[in-house]
């Protein structure tokens, strides 16, 4: 018998999708890295990529030892560190912990698709790092006053239940009347971490828009930007609407460069990829928000992140951007 049984197809395609996903952000951070220009922000990057590194590493061996073809991912050719600085002001640790955020979620799902022990210690370590990378960022940007708390609230001193099905009407769906109750903590935790994460986007977008090459691309970053504003817009009024402390922030913002540091194929998948995070936050927020308006906001959001990340999916086509996952045997062709 062999000394290790032979990957699955699932083991397979979460190591493809993680090996795509970390080389994205070796490149990104290489930048970041070099343009750091405060030495506990450039430690924190430094640190996570001497540990990513050896992880991509880990997977391009499984794939050698399993005689799979290696990814191309991205390169030395995607990112180019000699260039003006695109952000300032903090913009790289908050991108870098938005990142963490979303890898804390794939490393979550992937490994509930790993069966072999050491593709799940793989996962494992990964999310050991990215938690404590994610404290750090956050740790940073509080010290730094770049990143604002979600509102406080009043601690409860009674446990209450749901005495009628009035506390799901946000808005009667047929008769457009019905009185809003104010929103709970859970939907403010959601909605908060929605309008967080949007404005991250938006600074991210916005310097794409002014540095791709490609004026397909250009296009698209500035849809995106502006698909952004409106669900920042949208999510700001349900919290004004019941005077909640909206977020505000003085970090992170991009400058006034034009030379881009980043190949649109890597901006384009980056994009992609934010846009499956935005896509699945908000599924989470329609699924635990119990007021109807709210939850019939965040489908909406999530409809419109979809038709923009398949018209992004078509440039990538359309530029032979889009790296194809390994495929199952085709056994109807097998059979001709």
């Known amino acids: ?140 940007l509080i010290e730094k006053g770049m990143i604002a708390r979600s509102p406080y609230v009043s601690m409860p001193n009674s446990v209450e239940f749901v005495k009628d099905t009035s506390y799901l009407g946000g808005l009667n769906l047929l008769t457009k009347i019905g009185k809003k109750r104010t929103l709970n903590t859970v939907e ?30 250009k296009k698209f970053f500035s849809k995106g930007g502006e698909l952004s504003k409106s669900v920042i817009k949208e999510m700001i009024e349900t919290f004004l609407e019941d005077g909640i402390q909206t977020p505000s922030t003085s970090g992170g913002h991009a400058t006034r460069s034009t030379v881009s540091p980043f190949s649109d194929k890597l901006m384009m998948y ?22 109807n308006d709210l939850a019939a906001k965040m489908s909406v959001f999530t409809k419109d992140i979809f038709e923009y990340a398949h018209e992004g999916a078509k440039i990538m086509i359309k530029n032979g951007w889009m790296e194809e996952p390994p495929q199952m045997e085709e056994r109807g062709k097998l059979k001709e």
């Open 1 to 140: 018998m062999p000394e290790k049984p032979t990957i699955t197809s699932s083991e397979l395609g979460v190591l493809w999708l993680t090996y795509q996903e970390k080389t994205m952000i070796l490149r990104m951070l290489e930048y970041f890295i070099e343009k750091a220009d405060d030495d506990q922000a450039k430690k924190i990057m430094d640190d996570l990529y001497t540990d990513l590194n050896i992880y991509v590493d880990k997977i391009t061996d499984i794939f050698k030892s399993e005689g799979a073809a290696i990814p191309v991912g991205y390169s030395s050719k995607d990112v180019n560190k000699d260039v003006p600085k695109l952000y300032d002001n903090g913009f790289d640790i908050m991108f870098v912990r938005l990142l963490q955020e979303i890898s804390m979620g794939l490393h979550t799902l992937n490994i509930n698709m790993a069966y072999r022990e050491d593709i799940v210690m793989i996962f494992k370590d990964l999310t050991a790092i990215t938690q404590a990378t994610y404290n750090s960022c956050t740790q940073y």
């Open 188 to 217: 403010v935790a959601y909605t908060y971490h929605g309008i967080e994460s949007n404005v991250i986007g938006l600074q991210m977008i916005n310097g794409f828009a002014q540095c791709a090459h490609n004026p397909e691309v």
């Open 270 to 291: 980056c994009t992609s990829f934010f846009c499956s995070f935005a896509m699945g936050g908000n599924s989470m927020g329609t699924a635990f928000s119990q007021r």
